[in-house]
């Protein structure tokens, strides 16, 4: 019944909280998309920059990401479908491609089959640090990646081509690299499991997150934490695993959330974690999220920069008619 709607935009005083609020009707022909930071995984690139080259209609900041050193993001990334970055299941907001607007703290993993052997990959680009991790690198990571101690398959137009050990490995351009950590799988189980010839299928499966069975994903980003779940305020639980500036800071925030209908409610301004739960379910969401804040917000709608981002960006969630 939304279809049609208009996309609005404006400033608004929610449950003691300014806000500049955008909502979006729920609507399936408008495409959402996730941009990333100069088209790669790791970097970041000025808000401007990225609506110029995008032109959206609706435009908000996406992932935490270590904006002063590496410039790495944190949490998972999907975009058309395919996986930018795997890791966690943090706060995330979900479009898919049927059209349903979900917020969730879905996995993100690759079920592979070799066609003698099913094992699950639950790293995307991510994850060389857990020497019990098996994971997948996509171009997305980059033309080649160092991998540690553990053993490497690389998989080309679906077709295992090579195997080997740590080093620097090139990734295939219509491929990708799988890699098994030093501790995650033995040797001889690998052996069994995986072999140059093998020809490799590799379904993304979407966990903890029931709705979003059987979907593909047209844009996913996560940051967390989660604010409001089933039409109640959830940020108190939910910010325990994040650090204190998150948790108890009245700071700069953007948050997007679901109402009942589909519709998606985008804000950003200054409050806590917990207010800004309150206003996110005052203004109808069953369902919200915090994104990546303080510098990072940003907000753009209908041909105008409502929240300029105070610093480059890595993530950005668009929405475009």
Same mark, same amino acid.
């Given at each position: ?173 219509? @491929?990708? +690299? ?5 501790? !995650? ?5 690998? $052996?069994? *499991? =995986?072999?140059? #010839? ?63 209908? @589909?519709? +998606? ?5 200054? !409050? ?5 739960? $309150?206003? *996110? =379910?005052?203004? #109808? ?37």
């Amino acid at each position: 019944k939304a279809s049609g709607a208009a996309i609005t935009a404006g400033r608004q005083s929610v449950a003691g909280v300014q806000l500049q609020v955008v909502t979006v009707p729920n609507d399936p022909n408008l495409k959402f998309n996730v941009v990333k930071g100069n088209d790669r995984l790791v970097g970041a690139e000025p808000f401007g920059s990225i609506l110029k080259r995008t032109q959206p209609t609706v435009a908000v900041n996406g992932n935490f990401f270590d904006a002063y050193r590496s410039l790495v993001p944190f949490g998972n990334i999907v975009s058309k479908g395919q996986v930018i970055q795997g890791i966690g299941n943090d706060g995330a907001f979900v479009r898919t491609a049927s059209g349903k607007n979900i917020v969730g703290q879905p996995t993100v993993t690759h079920s592979i089959n070799t066609g003698h052997s099913d094992f699950s990959a639950w790293y995307t680009n991510a994850g060389l640090n857990d020497k019990t991790g098996i994971g997948v690198f996509n171009p997305f990571y980059g033309n080649s990646v160092k991998l540690p101690q553990g053993t490497h398959a690389v998989v080309t137009n679906g077709v295992v081509t090579a195997m080997g050990g740590a080093g620097n490995v090139a990734i295939p351009r219509n @491929g990708y +690299v799988i890699f098994f950590a030093a501790n !995650a799988v033995s040797k001889a189980d690998i $052996n069994r *499991m =995986i072999k140059v #010839g093998d020809k490799v299928t590799d379904t993304i499966v979407l966990g903890g997150e029931p709705r979003l069975a059987g979907e593909q994903i047209d844009a996913l980003v996560a940051a967390g934490p989660i604010l409001v779940k089933d039409g109640k305020n959830v940020a108190a639980t939910a910010s325990a695993n994040y650090e204190a500036k998150i948790r108890n800071q009245n700071a700069g925030r953007s948050a997007i959330g679901v109402k009942a209908d @589909g519709t +998606v409610v985008i804000v950003t301004g200054k !409050a806590t974690v917990v207010k800004l739960a $309150n206003a *996110m =379910i005052q203004l #109808g969401c069953v369902e919200a999220t915090n994104l990546d804040g303080g510098a990072s917000s940003a907000l753009y709608a209908n041909g105008r920069v409502i929240t300029p981002a105070g610093r480059n960006l890595n993530t950005v969630l668009t929405i475009t008619k």
